[in-house]
């Protein structure tokens, strides 16, 4: 089982977000397990680690320049979970 979050922008142009226990499927694996808390991009108003990253901020690129975020999301890891292989308790 995992935590997901979700930070994204609305139609309107509002920021929203939730939350939801889910199973760990490869399909949110994949999706979530992106970039580490702590990791460094470059934006239009400097450096800023992920976690700081809204939706409407502007993130540098390799190929196209600087690009809206219109979604940022988190995972939360749930060491010794029922059922959940145990190598899943560990970080590498």
């Known amino acids: 089982m995992r935590r997901y979050e ?3 922008l609305t139609p309107n142009g509002d920021i929203d977000d939730f939350s939801r226990i ?4 490869r399909a949110f694996e ?3 397990g992106s970039l580490g808390r702590g990791a460094l991009l470059r934006t239009d108003h400097g450096v800023v ?9 502007k993130v540098k690129t390799v190929t196209n ?4 975020v219109f979604w940022r ?3 939360t890891l749930m060491p010794s979970a029922p059922g959940q292989d145990a190598r899943m308790e560990k970080l590498i």
């Open 6 to 8: 979700v930070v994204h």
């Open 22 to 25: 889910a199973p760990a499927h």
């Open 30 to 32: 994949d999706s979530f």
């Open 49 to 57: 680690a992920i976690e700081d990253i809204l939706p409407g901020d």
């Open 65 to 68: 320049d600087f690009q809206t």
């Open 73 to 75: 999301e988190a995972m």
